[in-house]
Nanobody, 125 residues
């Protein structure tokens, strides 16, 4: 599975962006999909993830109520809609895929994901 992110950019605080992650394989729709971010000098952190097969959805506390993860299986694409952006949301954002996520704890661990995109930069000023 190849993943390609897009949609990043520079916005002012309070603005919105929608990140897209296009997958190469239609089988992605059965995968556990996650969005992670990494700011300079900081560890990669899980932002949001979903695993439709088990109905599991995860959001980091820092983005709850502001970010929404969704997917369009017809387009083989996962989205991260970001609203109310804050300067602390500035980071490189990555999407990732894993064939199976048994629980929420697994979804938040970047090291378990098998496939990664190249990242898209989000800058909030």
């Amino acid at each position: 599975v190849q993943l390609v992110e897009s949609g990043g950019g520079s916005v002012q605080a309070g603005g919105s962006l929608r990140l897209s992650c296009a997958a190469s394989a239609h089988t992605y729709s059965s995968y556990c999909m996650g969005w992670f971010r990494q700011a300079p000098g900081k560890e990669r952190e899980g932002v949001a993830a979903k695993y439709t097969a088990l109905g599991i959805l995860y959001y980091a506390d820092s983005v709850k109520g502001r970010f929404t993860i969704s997917q369009d299986n017809a387009k083989n694409t996962v989205y991260l809609q970001m609203t109310g952006l804050k300067p602390e949301d500035t980071a490189m954002y990555y999407c990732a895929a894993r064939a199976y996520c048994p629980d929420t704890a697994t979804m938040t661990r970047s090291e378990v994901y098998e496939y990664w995109g190249q990242g898209t930069q989000v800058t909030v000023s």
